[in-house]
Nanobody, 119 residues
């Protein structure tokens, strides 16, 4: 019933841009913080960016600061990740995560979308 569906991934050249989207359903989107994680082959999953439930605060991994922007549209139940100045090391599967802390912690995950940065 809970679904997080990522889209927008693909192949892009270094220096290019992509915009990822995550469409959420089956839960109260506006009560959840939203995060983007990524996992490259042979590496641990890492937090890329996060945004609070109202969109009032964001945080980013040091490796993407100044290049990536997370945003959300609660009216559309959608969170976005704008990725600019992409580098080969950004290549990974990107996962959308919904997280609620209060009333018992809950985490929901999407299936991921592949981002490949290569010449």
């Amino acid at each position: 019933q809970v679904h997080l569906v990522e889209s927008g991934g693909g192949l892009v050249q270094p220096g290019g841009s992509l915009r990822l989207s995550c469409a959420a359903s089956g839960f109260t989107f506006g009560m959840f913080d939203m995060n983007w994680y990524r996992q490259a082959p042979g590496q641990e999953r890492e937090l890329v960016a996060g945004i609070t439930s109202t969109g009032g605060s964001t945080n980013y991994a040091d490796s993407v600061k100044g290049r990536f922007t997370i945003s959300r549209d609660n009216a559309k139940n959608t969170v976005y990740l704008q990725m600019n100045s992409l580098k080969p090391e950004d290549t990974a599967v990107y996962y959308c995560n919904a997280r609620r802390i209060y009333f018992g912690r809950r985490d929901y995950w999407g299936q991921g979308t592949q981002v490949t940065v290569s010449s």
